[in-house]
Structures are given as structure tokens and as C-alpha cells.
């Protein structure tokens, strides 16, 4: 298939005619595929080299300096998941050896105050574990900053898309529980487990992931009538993919597509960056366009799904 491609500036620069074309175009994308690749994010290419540099530097430390930001006990969201400690596919209810693969983890820069449910504060705002790399919490913070800016006019342009006010979403993203992945897969040997995957099926939790591969390499996939196919890397794009609580607002209208990052014998090493935008701990998500009486609450949806995944 030709992967899909769609260009953020040209759309929020449009008017009239041109816009509702646009518009049209996301809702058939989100639709049939629920991935895409993002062009004209408007993100800076400095930004970006820099937090590629802080993520290099740590996934090239030494043991000793990952391990003093190792995640204290199973279920802590942020810092060091080491090797052998998570299995996506068991979100889905499938049993698999663990994912080929190691991760950083920072959560939210803001905490409010005002959350009636404690365990908001005992899961998502628990403090994230910096490692002791000069530069690397200022850096990481400017990143994970601009990847909020960016999921919010992603938002917008989802509720136009969706014949929606582009202000829609904006009430459920006050206090987004959004998380920052930083990830490294190894590379690989000329032996693989059955069924163990880089990382397993799965589809994300929350309203939409922003991904940036490492350019030119392979591995992530996306399950389309029964065949995987492989996502493009390309260079100065990023990959949005739709996510759980967004297939839920959309009635199904737009899907939250099965993916996965393939683990073939002998495969070089390659890192991510996946940025997981999720609506504030309370926002309650149901269909926009029917009165079902489906609905779930982001935060404790998103604190089950996760603690599903870790061994």
C-alpha cells in the first residue's frame, strides 16, 4: 500500500473549499488505515537532534547509570524499564515472551492540584526518575513541551476533520496524562523466540501517539485485512497513529489499527521516540455522535492497560 501522508501547515493554512477537502481527506485516512505520516509539524530540527543526542547518550551508559533510574517496583510509569520487563501483547490478552526491547519513560510537567481521585497521583504524576547525563532533563522537557503543542493542533484538526468546532477536544486536554517513551531494540541475533516481538501487537491507549522513528530504519508495522505491512521511516516526518479512547469517540468511525515493531534474526539496533497523548486523568470518553451508553474514564482505563503490560 502507499502509506499515507498528510501535511499539517498546508491544512491549518488553508481556507474554505481547500480546508473542507483537507478536512475530508484526514476523516477517510483516520478511517481506513488510522496511521499517518506527518508532514509540516513545524517542529525544529534542533529540538529534535537534541533529544536524539540526550536518548543516545543514555541508551549508551553504562549499566550502573540506567539502574539509578531503574522504575522502583512493576507498575511505576517512568524512568528506566530495563530488557525483559514488558509484554504489549498482553494488553490484547495474548501471552508472549517479553518484548526485545528497553525504554526511558517521562510523564507529565505540570501537576494540578485539583484531582479527587489519589490515584492519579500515586500512577500518572508520580515523579520521573532523572538520569544523572548533564543537559538531559532540560532537553527531554523541551521535546516532550513541543510534542504537547503539537498533539493539540493535531486535536483541532481531528475535530474539523470530524465536522466538529476545532476547539471540540480542547476540554478534555486541560491536564493531558500524556507520557514520553524513549526506545532502544537492540539489535538482534540469528536466533528469535516464538512468538517474541521488539514489541508485541498492540493498539495505544489514548486519543492519538506521536512517533518518531529513527529515519531509515524498519520494523514497525500495521495489521491491514489480515497482512502486515511495514510503516515508512522517513526523514523530517513524524507518524501519528490513532489511539483507543479516539476509536471510542469516533464511534469506530476511526480506527485504532493494530501495530507492532517486528523482531527478525539479525536486525540492527534502532530507536524511537513515541509520544502517548492521553485526555486528563478524569475526562470521561464516549461516543460523540450516538447517546451509547459506552463510556470510560482516561485516567484508570490508561493505569490498567499499562500495568496489564508488565511482567
Known sequence: MSFPRFNLEHFENSSGNERKK???????????????VIEGHGISQRVINEQWDIVLKFFSSPLEVKREVKVPYSGYPYGWIGPDQEALAASKGEVTPPDLKESFNGGPLNIPNNIKDNAAYEFCYQPTLWPKIE??????????????????????AFAEALGLENSYFDRFINNPISALRALHYPETNDFIIDKQQRAGAHTDYGSLTILLPQAGTSGLQIKKKNTWVDVPALEDCFVINIG???ELWTAKRWIS???????????PARKSLAYFHQPDWEATIKPIS???SEAVVSGPYLMEKFK???L
Open 22 to 36: 483537507k478536512s475530508d481527506e484526514l476523516d477517510k485516512i483516520c478511517s481506513e488505515t488510522g496511521f499517518l
Open 135 to 156: 543537559g538531559f532533563r532540560e532537553i527531554w522537557e523541551r521535546y516532550y513541551a513541543e510534542m504537547e503543542r503539537l498533539a493539540k493542533r493535531i486535536m483541532a
Open 244 to 246: 483507543d479512547l479516539m
Open 257 to 267: 489499527t493494530l501495530h507492532r515493531v517486528v523482531a527478525k534474526p539479525n536486525q
Open 290 to 292: 450516538n447517546s451509547s
Open 308 to 310: 496489564s503490560t508488565n
